[in-house]
C-alpha cells in the first residue's frame, strides 16, 4: 500500500510522521502548483469549490509517483465538503486511476469511529502503535504551529526583508525530519533560536490584521496566494483565527485535546449568526468580534469563489464591521486569481489601515 492525501498547508508534515511511523509507505504529493491547479480544474465540475479541484490535482501527481491510496478528511453539514472525497473518487474512476479513498469522517459520538477508520490503512498494527503515532503526528501539527506564530510576529518587524522566510524554510525541515519527541523538542527549540537571533526593529508598531475564512484557504499557501508572507513584507503583524492543531482537534478529536478550540469563537458569532451554516461562517464572524475586542487594525476574509459558509458570513460581515468600528476586506481566490492583482488589493487595505491608525494616534 502506497498511501497519500491532499495538500492543505504544512499538514503533509503531520501525516508523513503519522504514516511513517506506522512504517506505511507514503507519497507527498509535489507541492501544489500551477499544474495542480490546471491538472484539478480540467478534470472537476465548473462549479466545484476550489479545494475540491486542487485536491484532485494532488491525487493525480501522488498517483503518478505510484500511489495508490488516498486518504481524506471528510466533513458534515449544509456546504459541499461532505461530497468532496465521493466525487473525486468518481473522477479518478472514470479517469481509469485505480485508487483507493480512505474517507476519515469527523466522528459523530465516540473517537473510536475515527480509529476504526484509520484501521484501513494501519492494518492489524496494535492499537497502542497507532495512538503513539497519532500522538506524535500531535506533536508535529502543534510545533509548526508554535514555530509559524513567531514567524508572524518577526516578519513585520526583520531588518532585511526575507530573513525570517528563509529561517522558517529551514524550520520545516528540521520539524519534518524529526524522527521522535526528543528529535521534534530539540527542532523546536533551534527553530526558535535561530529565529530569535535575526536582526529585527522592536520600536515597530505595526498594525494587526487577523485572518478568518474557510479553513483550506486560510492554511493553503499557494491558494491564498501567500497572504500571510506578502502581508509581513507589507510591514503588518498577522494572525490567524485557527491553526493548522486547532483544526485537527475540532474536526477530527472532537475537541477532546487542551488547545485552543473554535468553540471559542463561535460564542462570539451571535447575535450575527446563531447557528451553524456549514464550513467555518460562525467561525469567520465570531472570531471577527474577537479580533475587534483584541483591537486589532483590521480583519481579512478569504474564501473560495461560490464558497456557501463564508458567503453568508461575508454578508453579515458589513454589520460586525459598523458595530465594531473595524475595517474589514474580503479575499476570494479562484482558478483565475494572481499575485499581482492580490497584492495591489492589500496594499489598499494596509495603506487605509496605516492611515486610520496614524489618525487615532494624533488624536490622542
Ligand atoms: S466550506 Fe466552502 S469551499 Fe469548503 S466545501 Fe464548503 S462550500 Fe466548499
Not at 70 to 95: N, S
Not at 282 to 292: H, K, P
Not at 337 to 356: C, M, P
Request: hydrophobic share 40%; aromatic share 8%.
Amino acid at each position: 500500500m502506497k498511501v497519500t492525501f491532499a495538500h492543505m498547508g504544512y499538514m503533509y508534515i503531520c501525516l508523513k510522521a503519522l504514516l511513517k511511523s506506522l512504517d506505511i509507505e507514503v507519497i507527498v504529493p509535489p507541492m501544489s502548483s500551477k499544474r495542480t491547479l490546471t491538472l484539478g480544474t480540467q478534470h472537476s465540475p465548473e462549479f466545484a469549490c476550489l479545494p475540491l479541484k486542487i485536491n484532485l490535482g494532488n491525487f493525480i501527481e501522488a498517483y503518478e509517483l505510484g500511489a495508490d491510496t488516498v486518504i481524506m478528511a471528510g466533513g458534515i453539514g449544509p456546504c459541499r465538503f461532505g461530497y468532496y472525497a465521493q466525487i473525486q473518487q468518481e473522477i479518478l474512476q472514470d479517469l481509469g486511476y485505480n485508487i483507493k479513498m480512505v474517507v476519515l469522517e469527523p466522528p459523530q459520538k465516540h473517537i473510536s469511529e475515527l480509529l476504526i477508520k484509520i484501521r484501513e490503512v494501519t492494518g492489524n498494527r496494535p492499537w497502542s502503535d497507532v495512538v503513539k503515532a497519532i500522538r506524535f503526528a500531535w506533536y508535529k501539527a502543534k510545533a509548526v504551529d508554535e514555530v509559524e506564530r513567531v514567524v508572524h510576529r518577526l516578519r513585520p518587524r526583520e531588518i532585511e526583508l526575507g530573513t525570517v522566510d528563509e529561517v522558517f524554510k529551514k524550520a520545516l525541515e528540521w520539524i519534518d525530519e524529526a524522527e521522535n519527541k526528543k528529535q521534534l523538542d530539540k527542532a523546536v527549540d533551534k527553530a526558535k533560536y535561530s529565529l530569535g537571533s535575526i536582526p529585527v526593529d522592536n520600536t515597530r508598531t505595526p498594525v494587526r490584521i487577523g485572518i478568518v475564512g474557510e479553513i483550506y484557504v486560510m492554511l493553503e499557501h499557494f491558494v491564498n496566494l501567500d497572504i500571510e508572507r506578502q502581508l509581513g513584507r507589507l510591514g503588518v503583524e498577522v494572525e490567524r483565527s485557527i491553526y493548522l492543531s486547532e483544526w485537527i482537534n475540532d474536526h477530527l478529536f472532537m475537541g477532546l485535546l487542551r488547545v485552543k478550540s473554535s468553540k471559542a469563537a463561535r460564542a462570539y458569532a451571535p447575535p450575527y449568526v446563531n447557528h451553524f451554516v456549514g464550513g467555518h461562517g460562525q467561525e469567520t464572524i465570531g472570531s471577527t468580534v474577537v479580533f475587534a475586542k483584541a483591537k486589532y487594525d483590521g480583519v481579512i476574509q478569504v474564501q473560495p469563489f461560490t464558497c456557501m459558509p463564508e458567503i453568508i458570513a461575508e454578508s453579515i460581515l458589513p454589520t460586525v464591521s459598523r458595530d465594531y468600528d473595524i475595517p474589514t476586506f474580503c479575499l476570494i481566490v479562484d482558478e483565475h486569481s494572481g499575485d499581482a492583482g492580490v497584492l495591489t488589493r492589500l496594499e489598499a487595505f494596509v495603506d487605509l489601515l496605516n492611515i486610520k491608525k496614524e489618525k487615532s494616534t494624533a488624536a490622542y
